[in-house]
């Protein structure tokens, strides 16, 4: 925060603003429990403070003075000049605020180089009445800052984007929305800031999964002239201000003086030339999923203390593009591949294993689980006596590897990605303390589908292939038994997933899905298979959210 506070003053910036808990992290949960982990905020915020010497900071923290509050902070000259609290506090999905903190009740404006520049946090933005109104029309507000810790998920980017032009058009503000960056837990928040218009055109749109420092000249003549030819703006401060009593009055805090405008002014103010904006192109959707991704592995494993990964590569399309993901993540050093062959595994794995990692540049180990799993077999004889093969004898050797992986993690300290879809962690197709057995499932929110297409997608990336076309053309196999297909099991993944899409992500009911054409009898088997698997589910590891229904 302090690097940036600089760089921003270097290149002329009059405020500088950071994300929504920039200063504790977000999502903190249980923490804001702890009264040490309040203090520390509070006291990296003081530290924060002193930085903030002749320039403006909006910085997130928790305000713990009376209650405990989602806050931003306005600091000045090293002082704290103004606070605002997060009204809008969103308890759904992956958020709990309501449970940790009061909501706020006002919707202060700040006065900054003379212009009127209202704060407000995250979901504040989110409803067509939120403060932003208040700031805009009450408090006659030119700016308006949004900092956001808002969750990515696949065509998140575009929605915000949308919504947010609406709400700078309809108050006739210049927005500026700032969101956080990185990875925390199953959350991967991906920037995109972006800073708005007062007709809702894009001027700024900041990089995606990448720390950025945006910097935007603002054109505030350009939002008072576009007021003065709105009459239905003027009618609706009449009615808005009408609606308020004496008490609830829009506080205006004096920040800092010498106003300033763009060139062209008559006045005492100081001039600056508008410096033109460049509108970065937002990331094609497999590349954003695939950066998604990445980030949200090399945060998870950093933040953990790990250094080093291991994967059990199989040789199949799952196992290869979690290997690219974590080698993109972690560099080829950090990533160590585990092949366990039985007598089940084809030469074709064999050779797709050997050929991916050393395109990877990755460490290989091969360790063959032939013998353990007849000795296995040779300790259950007795109990098994009588009974034939099934899954049993197959998910033995699933655990066998889960086993290997785990000892191999114990004593190297390597943490374990695991490499289930999730096609088939919705169904079950997944064996308990085996294949799932890890610390971190990177794809768990990926369909195969989409599997096959991010992998397709990284042999484009960099001017070359680095997952053989071999792994694309062979049917999906686990191979634990002869001639094994995943098909044996699932119905084919070109079905399987449309159906899940419509069960889990759309909540569509069994008449509604046959109704897009599929058989019924299939329909019925997925949805059963997804009902029945809930406690499998419940004992996998933390995965990336790259969709609202992971």
Known sequence: ???????????????????????????????????????????????????????????????GQDDIYNAAAVLHNGAIVGVYHKI???????????????????SPVFVVKGVKVGINICEDLWYPEGPIVAQSLGGGA???????????????????EKMFATRAKDNTVILAYLNMMGGQDELVFDGHSLVIDQQGELLIRGKQFEEDLIIADLNIDAVLRARLHDPRRRKNRLLFLKKRSAEDTIPIIQVSGD???????????KTRELRPATLRQPLAPLEEIYQALTLGVRDYVRKNGFSKTAIGLSGG???ALTACIAVDALGQRNVVGVFM??????????????????????????????????????????????????????????????????ALSNKFGWLVLTTGNKSEMSVGYATLYGDMAGGFA????????????????????????????????????????????????????EILDPILQAYVEEDKTFQEIVAMGYRRSVVERVMDMVDHSEYKRRQSPPGIKITPRA
Do not use: C
């Open 88 to 106: 809008y506090l969103p308890n759904y999905g992956v958020f709990d605020e309501d449970r940790y903190f009061q909501r706020g009740h006002r």
């Open 341 to 406: 062959p039985s007598n089940y595994t084809s030469l074709e794995s064999q050779e797709d294993v050997q050929a991916l990692s050393k395109k990877l540049q990755i460490e290989l180990i091969t360790i063959r689980i032939w013998d353990i799993f007849q000795g296995y077999l040779k300790v259950l004889a007795p109990e098994f006596r009588g009974r034939p093969t099934d899954v049993t004898e197959e998910n033995l050797q699933s655990r066998i590897r889960g086993n290997l992986l785990m």
């Open 442 to 493: 990177v794809i768990k929110d990926v369909p195969k589908t989409l599997v096959y297409q991010l992998a397709r997608h990284r042999n484009t990336r960099d001017g070359r292939a680095v997952i053989p076309d071999r792994i694309f053309d062979r049917p999906p196999t686990a191979e634990l038994k002869p001639n094994q297909m995943d098909q044996d099991t699932l119905p084919p993944y």
């Open 259 to 269: 106003s300033w405008s763009t060139q062209g002014e008559k006045n005492k103010a």
């Open 317 to 319: 399309i799952d196992s």
């Open 142 to 160: 030119e700016v308006v800052i949004n900092i956001s810790a808002s969750p990515y998920h696949t065509g998140k980017g575009q929605y915000r």
């Open 1 to 63: 925060i302090a690097h940036t506070i600089k760089s921003a003053k270097h290149q002329g910036a009059d405020l500088v603003a950071f994300p929504e808990m920039a200063i504790p992290g977000y999502p903190p949960e249980d923490l804001l429990l702890k009264p040490r982990f309040i203090k520390d905020n509070l006291k990296t915020l003081e530290e924060v403070k002193r930085h903030a010497q002749g320039i403006t900071v909006v910085v997130g923290f928790v305000d």
